[in-house]
């Protein structure tokens, strides 16, 4: 979000950099490939993969939704090669578990062939990494590293496709680095669980039970992708899901020497309920403004001038203060209030209004790190602490300088444990960090998935993005806002947790600005399948949240045009 009337040069040319690293890729070449993350330090490495040039078939590895198999052409060396081909919402995901040692590096590569093709390791206890190539009409190489955590005792490799795309290819897959505990060589990884099954159903939990495992110590359960449970067990329920929504499961088993493969996957339904996700305030279809604490040439308002059509008001910005994580919040003396309760008493009248006001962290200029454990407490317990004191409902996310995962989840689900269901969260990435669940932002979104509000992604500032039919869309038409949009939707967030960030006027963003009878248009498409332009998605989401816009102050600015619009729209959504 811009508290200039247009993005810093310097932030345009870091997305500039990131968008020609992601789509060049005949600029890119061998050397920007090898500077991801390197080759092995020495031929004479040991590669830990299992059948990594799949010369056994797929012995070792398992592919989602039965998408993989092995071919005698194209191979990169060997007699074979995977061959994964994405179907539907499935986007061919091959993996394997491997032993691995604490507090140790790591280096994954593999040549691959095909659109899209991503390599990645996941389980890491630290920062999941992943790399990919746009375009490979030959061989190339992929590669990434990674340190595992003070407790990983093992990783998933994996590759996969993309949505909408052909058969990719992979082979001569490596990884190095220090092998599994060596004080327990005769304990194998267990093997993949069988016979998983949904039982019990309620709005908000589905019961799992599966087949026991020989040698295996525990188990892992997966939902959408990302572990949600550990029990010593053969059954779990898994709870603080979304009403009337359709969930994948898997399931690892566990034992000192690793994490087996992951079992066949099963698809549970919740029962029908009242919402779904965080803050049981908010409508079910709810638009969200951004209230400017500062004077950049739109209109100035009190949070009392904010217009009726907005549910959620997020007040920009909280910043970073000389503790790592933590955040404070100074009223700027430009905005006109004589004090901070009268700023107080604003937030108690829009709240009996049925609105909700949350603190939103960072912003273009924002700066806050939260990347190890003391940060991301100093995180929850100052926003927790802006809560007592302003009466704020909850916290929005909208960190441009990087997020990491695993401390962001845990600083928020401290959060949530302190405030309770009440709590808001909303989060505005930028559209490259929501292209694949592999990023930080995605993640952490599916990671609180059941306490997440809303994802208002940005699709402004932006430059041309991938759809999740693998077509690349420009911004400012309506199959910018819906293909970028199916990429969540298909990808683990619920309807409900997806809304659509635009400017209120060309002022309010440097590039991006779309009318709101586009915006209409968009919602009507997600929602009803109408009005849509050149891609349609394959179904309808009547439960998408609404939209967001930057900001309240720029849409004043010109005349409400915005929210008069694009507010009874979301509204009056199914």
Known sequence: MDRAPHPHPTRLRRR????????????????????????????????????????????????????????????????????????GTDNARCAQTVAARPNSSYTLTAWVQGSYVYLGASGTGTTDVSTWTPSASGWQQLSTSFTTGANTTSVTVYTHGWYGQPAYYADDISLTGPGGDPGNPGDPVPGAPSGLKTGAVTSSSIALSWSPVTGATGYHVYRDGSRVQSVSGT???????????????????????????????????TSAGSGGGGGGTVPRHAVTGYWQNFDNGAAVQKLRDVQDQYDIIAVAFADATGT?????????????????????????????????????????NGTVSVNDAASANNFAN???????????????????????????????????????????????????????????????????????????????????????????????????????????????????????????????????????????????CLARGTNCGSFKPARTYPELRGAMTWSTNWDATAGNAWSGAVGPKVHGLP
């Open 16 to 87: 500039f950099a990131r968008l020609t690293g992601a789509f060049a890729a005949t600029a890119l070449g061998a050397t920007a490939l090898v500077a991801l993350g390197g080759t092995p330090a020495g031929a004479a490495a040991a590669n830990l993969a299992q059948n990594p040039g799949f010369e056994s078939g797929l012995s070792g590895w398992t592919c989602s939704a039965g998408s993989g198999s092995t071919v005698a052409s194209p191979v990169h060396g060997g007699s074979a090669a995977l061959k994964a081909t994405p179907a």
């Open 235 to 269: 059954s779990a329920t898994v709870t603080g899901l979304t009403p009337s929504t359709s969930y994948r499961f898997e399931v690892t088993a566990t034992n000192a020497a690793g994490e087996s493969p992951r079992s066949s996957a099963v698809t549970g339904t």
């Open 382 to 524: 100052s926003v927790y602490a802006l809560m007592r004191e302003y009466g704020f409902n909850g916290v929005d996310i909208d960190l441009e300088n990087g997020l990491n995962a695993t401390y962001m989840t845990q600083a928020l689900r401290t959060l949530s444990a302190k405030a309770g269901s009440g709590l808001v969260i909303t989060m505005a990435p930028q559209t490259i960090d929501m292209q694949s669940t592999s990023n930080g932002y995605f993640q952490t979104a599916l990671n609180i998935k059941d306490i997440l509000t809303v994802v208002n992604m940005q699709y402004y500032n932006s430059g041309s993005m991938l759809g999740c039919d693998g077509k690349v869309y420009s911004q400012g038409s309506v199959d910018f806002l819906t293909a970028l949009a199916c990429i969540q939707l298909e990808g683990g967030l619920s309807p409900s947790q997806v809304g659509l960030g635009v400017p209120a006027s060309t002022r309010g963003a440097g590039s991006g600005y779309v009318s709101p009878s586009i915006v209409n248009n968009a919602l009507d």
């Open 324 to 364: 790592p994580g933590a955040v404070d919040f100074t009223l700027d003396p430009a905005v006109g209030y004589g004090s901070e309760q009268q700023f107080k008493d604003d937030i108690k009248a829009k709240q009996a209004a049925g609105k909700s006001v949350v603190i939103s962290i960072g912003g273009q």
